[in-house]
């Protein structure tokens, strides 16, 4: 079992910036992050495996930015220029390829002004 310790988040205005971070127990493939809105589904945002390959959500393109330490099992989501549509609760995914089998507790990120 893996655990998976999130930090980050909260209140910032449009156009600004947040930073996340996961620290999981063990060593993962791929980490990950997901975000749900209220009234919608999880969907991911982004996520990279430990070779460093990126994926993201097209709506983040150009003003996210996903990187991780693999040596300290660390993963980052910088978060630029940021819109009300970002507001969510984002969570930490991890486990091997495919869906994610371990998850944060998740953090509030809430953009508005």
């Known amino acids: 079992q893996v655990q998976l310790v999130e930090s980050g988040g909260g209140l910032v205005q449009p156009g600004g910036s947040l930073r996340l971070s996961c620290t999981a127990s063990?060593?993962?493939?791929?980490m990950g992050w997901y975000r749900q809105a209220p009234g919608n589904l999880r969907v991911l945002v982004a996520r990279?495996?430990?070779?460093?390959?990126?994926d993201y959500r097209d709506s983040v393109k150009g003003r996210f930015t996903i990187s991780r330490d693999n040596a300290k099992n660390t993963m980052s989501l910088q978060m630029d220029n940021l819109v009300p549509e970002d507001t969510a609760v984002y969570y930490c995914?991890?486990?091997?390829?495919?869906?994610?089998?371990?998850w944060g507790q998740g953090t509030q990120v809430t953009v508005s002004s």
């Open positions: 063990g060593n993962i493939d791929f």
């Open positions: 990279i495996n430990s070779g460093g390959s990126t």
């Open positions: 995914g991890a486990g091997p390829p495919g869906p994610p089998i371990y």
